[in-house]
T-cell receptor, first 112, second 117 residues
Framework: AQKVTQAQTEISVVEKEDVTLDCVYE???????LFWYKQPPSGELVFLIR??????QNEISGRYSWNFQKSTSSFNFTITASQVVDSAVYFC?????????FGEGTQLTVNP | ETGVTQTPRHLVMGMTNKKSLKCEQH?????MYWYKQSAKKPLELMFV???????ENNSVPSRFSPECPNSSHLFLHLHTLQPEDSALYLC????????????????FGEGSRLTVL
């Protein structure tokens, strides 16, 4: 069985603060993929990043960075200098085998 | 502009109505998906089509009937729904290497917000 846990249901920050969204996953497979998606108020899920289980290098893309640690089964997402436009629901997802499992999402609100 | 288009964006229907949701992808992908997103619940996979063949039906009630006439179009036919079926229905597509999904990212539409009265 596979599972994705996003323990933070809601996070509220003030603009320009850094914020980290946590994601913990469970799988028995040795080969798997991890994802982060953003869901703005318009509804669609926007793909942000994919990592495979053999690549533990952290990644940075502009204000976004991801910390993948197999030892703790975590794939955390940090937004640096947050902006109001970052307000959205963020989903972590795990592909193991032929199934994609989503976490319950974290609602991030960035206040001006 | 998203490469996956869903219509209608909003739909209100009675429990005795029959309606359909439509999804079209312009990305050349060979797999399409229906997900249900209810309030306070994780995204639920409903159906998967790979190469126009249904490869997964995640114990979805028969009042939901999918149709995939080609690799670019996916429909969800709705009939005799219940109020608890009110949700956001998301369509997605991806490029898969074979009959099983092997790690490609999904591209989602903006969803169809369904309200059942």
């Amino acid at each position: 069985a596979q599972k994705v846990t996003q323990a933070q249901t809601e996070i509220s920050v003030v603009e320009k603060e850094d914020v980290t969204l946590d994601c913990v996953y469970e799988t028995r497979d040795t080969t798997y993929y991890l994802f982060w998606y953003k869901q703005p108020p318009s509804g669609e899920l926007v793909f942000l990043i994919r990592r495979n289980s053999f690549d533990e290098q952290n990644e940075i893309s502009g204000r976004y960075s991801w910390n993948f640690q197999k030892s703790t089964s975590s794939f955390n997402f940090t937004i640096t200098a947050s902006q109001v436009v970052d307000s959205a629901v963020y989903f972590c997802a795990l592909n193991s085998g032929s199934r994609l499992t989503f976490g319950e999402g974290t609602q991030l609100t960035v206040n001006p | 502009e998203t490469g996956v288009t869903q219509t209608p964006r909003h739909l209100v229907m009675g429990m005795t109505n029959k309606k359909s949701l439509k999804c079209e992808q312009h990305l050349g992908h060979n797999a399409m998906y229906w997900y249900k997103q209810s309030a306070k619940k994780p995204l639920e996979l409903m159906f998967v089509y790979n190469f126009k063949e249904q490869t997964e039906n995640n114990s979805v009630p028969s009042r939901f009937s999918p149709e995939c006439p080609n690799s670019s179009h996916l429909f969800l036919h709705l009939h005799t729904l219940q109020p608890e079926d009110s949700a956001l229905y998301l369509c997605a597509s991806s490029q898969v290497g074979g009959r099983s999904w092997t790690g490609g990212e999904l591209f989602f539409g903006e969803g169809s917000r369904l309200t059942v009265l």
